[in-house]
């Protein structure tokens, strides 16, 4: 089971960390992303990991401000929103999903495990 949280509201330029635990075990093996969802926009990719090794993935919208990684020990995969903007506000979800080829990696129907959704409000 995922457990994604750490959103909130922040200032335009503000930055917030969100944390997605998996409660029902490893992520080894597997590949886990963030997605999110606009009101009356369609789940889009943000960023994602592979967890064995430093594999990562970004969406040309959020490189260079934020970054994915993991804490192995804590079994948590995080992503540090850095500069953020008014259209990164969103419902954050992570998503996992085992031995997935990294040209799938950006398509949310390839993942079976979801976290419930963080919500980001980003004021101008």
């Known amino acids: 089971q995922l457990q994604a949280c750490g959103g909130g509201l922040v200032q335009d330029g503000g930055s917030l960390r969100l944390s997605c635990t998996n409660s029902?075990?490893?992520?080894?093996?597997?590949?886990v992303a963030w997605f999110r969802q606009a009101p009356g926009k369609e789940r889009e990719f943000v960023a994602a990991?592979?967890?064995?090794?430093?594999?990562?993935a970004y969406a040309d919208s959020v490189k260079g401000r934020f970054t994915i990684s993991k804490d192995t020990a804590e079994n948590t995969v995080f992503l540090q929103m850095h500069s953020l903007k008014p259209e990164d506000a969103a419902v954050y979800y992570c998503?996992?999903?085992?031995?997935?080829?990294?040209?799938?990696?950006?398509?949310?129907?390839?993942?079976?495990?979801w976290g419930q959704g963080t919500l980001v409000t980003v004021s101008s």
């Open positions: 029902g075990g490893t992520f080894r093996r597997y590949v």
């Open positions: 998503a996992a999903e085992g031995t997935l080829i990294r040209s799938s990696w950006r398509n949310p129907t390839a993942y079976d495990y």
């Open positions: 990991i592979k967890w064995s090794g430093e594999h990562t």
